[in-house]
């Protein structure tokens, strides 16, 4: 049965009448009977009784009518369905995002994508490492990851969003509070509450203390900066965290610039064999809530 069949047939059953139905068809009685005639063949079952005054449905043909709108109505809703997903304004985008950016950028670009792409479902993993990331990019759990380099995989490409510089968080009893701007070299020897080892911020944060003069006195870990915050608060040490966060407010922290502050990067990665109009669209919407980019 093919769907111009169902057509022909819905606006007989519906108009009572072929040659209203011809009318709505825009095409001539005689060829719509014809077609109605084969369906019937091609069905073995008659769809109409008809005589000179009217025409009437067959039980068999009460049934193709209720069916064959639903057809017709998924078939157009499918068309429709595919022709979105094909243009990137439908579908499904799995997105991983590093843990500052979590707080600042990921309930703007979800605030975005309701509004500008709506028919786009984003399942969001937050407070992630980029060597998760990376992993997840890899194994096709993530599409997207606003992660901090480096990345060290062939595989994925990179598009830079914005720099960073590191602040350092205080508790607020500590007498560097009453610095506007705090010195690496003041920081010697303090304790140091740190992310994971194998976080881009610790690197930066490890690197910076080195060329200071020291190598810092790390107690605790943290991976999620809720967490690590909640440790500056409670006094068991300072930490070295990414300007955006300090949008995270943990009674008892306060935030101090660094001279001479270190930076990381923030960038968007997917798989480069990605080529899904839905990607591209993302990456429009992500460059439209991050601020341009400065060259250090």
């Known amino acids: 049965m093919e769907t111009r069949h169902l057509r022909y047939f819905i606006a007989v059953a519906e108009e009572r009448h072929f040659g209203r139905a011809a009318d709505r068809l825009r095409m001539a009685q005689p060829p719509l009977s014809q077609q109605i005639k084969q369906l019937e063949e091609q069905l073995g079952t008659l769809l109409f ?30 068309e429709s369905d595919v022709t979105q997903v094909g243009t990137g304004v439908q579908g499904i985008l799995r997105i991983g995002f590093a843990g500052s ?17 709506p028919g786009v479902q984003l399942k969001v993993r937050g407070e992630m490492l980029t060597p998760q990331m990376v992993d997840g990019l890899e ?65 930066a944060f490890i690197d910076a203390c080195r060329k200071a003069g020291f190598y810092p006195n790390v107690v605790q870990e943290a991976r999620e900066t809720s967490t690590l915050l909640s440790f500056v608060a409670a006094g068991t040490g300072v ?19 660094l001279k001479d502050a270190p930076v990381v990067d923030l960038a968007m ?18 460059q439209s809530v991050t601020q341009p980019i400065k060259e250090r």
């Open 49 to 78: 009784t008809r005589t000179t005054r009217k025409v009437e449905l067959t039980p068999a043909g009460e049934m193709l009518l209720e069916r064959g709108r639903r057809i017709l109505e998924d078939l157009e809703t499918l």
């Open 101 to 117: 950016a979590t707080y600042r950028l990921m309930p703007q670009i979800v605030r975005e994508a309701k509004d500008k792409l």
């Open 139 to 203: 194994d096709h759990t993530l599409d997207v990851a606003i992660l901090r380099p480096p990345v060290r995989s062939a595989g994925l490409e990179l598009k830079f969003l914005e720099h960073d510089e590191l602040v350092v968080a205080l508790p607020d009893d500590s007498p560097l509070v009453a610095f506007e701007t705090v010195s690496l070299e003041q920081l010697a020897g303090e304790q140091f509450i740190s992310y994971p080892a194998n976080s881009a911020v610790n690197e």
């Open 239 to 257: 930490a070295l965290i990414p300007t955006t966060t300090r949008t995270l407010s943990i009674r008892g922290t306060v935030f101090r610039e």
């Open 269 to 286: 990665a997917w798989r480069g064999a990605d080529t899904r109009p839905l990607v591209a669209r993302f990456t429009e919407l992500l």
